[in-house]
């Protein structure tokens, strides 16, 4: 084989929010509307308010409007819910993200139940899960599968129908959407998991390889068919020999370059995805909420 | 291989109602509670009369209170939502099944969209669609797909983790609900539709076949691995070459026997479980309305 296409998420997710930029630019102009996403960060975890900052930041540049909320690691179920309830009944706000994980007083479920639909730009609300699994275009999508999505339609020019997939991993935030977002391009989908009793022959069948198990180059080269597209999703720190640490993702990715035809790179790839279709949902969800024709983005 | 067992689901959905009937009997006695359902008939197609009145027959002799509503074929949608909320409203009333098709006049969706989820005995509502999705066990399960679950765990004694499974067909009433079933067994699931490329390949790795597309005897039986287990939803009726008519599945039955270790027949299989399965959602959703720990049936 030759060498595999790199599939630049990062130069993808640049574009998306240019053209994410242009959209609320003409939803100021025509129709008087600047879409505002509200982040809730409770405690201080670290990596949160890393992540935080990087939402408002890219949501302001994108030209809406970022709603942050820092609340004390302290915060009881109560007065956070109270919050989604300000925020569920706030005009301004289109969009409400609810950073996890929650401190453990709080039942995460709970919290995340209490978001109305219509502004639960994660995408993890019962009621979007049912629209995704019902192939309805009204709700909205969890942004990393449907980051990878993105990505997929745009190396295969938009035609994903019956392809052969396999997504490995069968989380709620991941694997499962993942499945419904493949089926839903008409691909023959496979989902497995740590149950499942032959992992390299499922692989070695596919088209389109998604891995989302969230284990270190789990995924070896040689287990991928000549010329298979991998949507590496894993995000793992690992020490190096010298010292240090790198990221890494859940494919090895020097011997998937050996028959891969395009793969995404750790880090590169999904990640610069994920904010990016996070402002792309919050689009989505102030049309929605105000009758307005959801953009193709 | 020697005969295929043939998986007696006329049996097992009259076990299934013995069960039901002790249940409903508990819930009288220790609860002061009867189950009622509300089957709700718009219009004189008779294929749905006959299924409606089986309905009622069968709930009337599980000791559940059977309410039938029959409207006219001229009745608006406001007409049909108008009764729907009177039943979300009735106490006496635990699940609510509005058959199906409706006329023309009657958006579909949005009278689905009015059923309370917590009485949408027969799953379609976003919110239980949305359940099955996220692996939970609060919501109801459309009763096709429960019923080929139960006749699986019954036959591999409850252990289904590991299996190679194959879906055919994609639909939201089968297809992609038994492939959340199967995956909360921790089987490995492909969904195979009419776009797959190879679709015999694919059945040929399946240890469970479940066939739900509605086209006789399309599944051969030099498609199946040896010792698969066939779980034929088809009920299609065709021409016998002698004259008059005859039932058969999707699957080819006679050449399938030739390989399948065992099989649901045509009549006979999957068919008398839905009822059944209804019976017992609507046990289910008795419970769950009154804060009782769902019986095991």
Chains 1, 2 share one sequence.
Not at 245 to 263: H, K, M, N, Q, Y
Request: proline share 6%; charged share 20%.
């Amino acid at each position: 084989m030759s060498e595999p296409k790199i599939i630049d998420g990062k130069a993808f997710a640049a574009g998306l929010r240019d053209r994410i930029a242009t959209e609320v630019a003409k939803l100021k102009e025509e129709n008087g509307i600047t879409p505002g996403l509200a982040v809730v960060l409770v405690g201080e975890d670290p990596a949160s308010q890393v992540y935080v900052r990087s939402k408002g930041k890219q949501t302001v540049e994108a030209g809406m409007q970022s709603f942050e909320y820092k609340m004390p690691e302290t915060t009881s179920q109560e007065e956070l819910l109270a919050k989604v309830e300000e925020l569920n009944n706030d005009p301004a706000v289109n969009g409400i993200l609810v950073q996890l994980p929650l401190p453990k007083q709080i039942d995460e479920q709970a919290v995340l139940a209490a978001i109305d639909p219509a502004k639960d730009v994660d995408g993890f609300h019962t009621t979007n899960v049912g629209l995704l699994g019902t192939g309805s275009d009204n709700g909205l999508v969890p942004c990393t599968p449907l980051g990878c999505i993105m990505l997929l339609r745009d190396h295969f020019d938009g035609n994903l129908s019956g392809k052969k997939a396999v997504v490995i991993g069968r989380s709620n935030i991941v694997g499962k959407p993942m499945f419904n977002l493949l089926l839903k391009e008409s691909c023959t989908v496979t989902v497995a998991h740590s149950r499942t009793q032959d992992l390299p022959g499922e692989v070695r069948q596919a088209d389109i390889v998604v891995a989302a198990v969230g284990r270190p180059e789990m995924v070896k080269g040689d287990w991928l068919k000549d010329g298979a597209v991998v949507i590496d999703v894993g995000i793992n720190r690992i020490d190096k020999p010298e010292g240090g640490t790198r990221l890494v993702g859940d494919v090895d990715f020097a011997s998937a370059c050996e028959r891969a035809s395009a793969i995404t790179p750790v880090p590169g790839g999904v990640g610069p995805m994920t904010i990016a279709v996070l402002l792309a949902n919050t689009v989505t969800a102030a049309c929605q909420q105000n009758g307005i024709a959801v953009p193709k983005l």
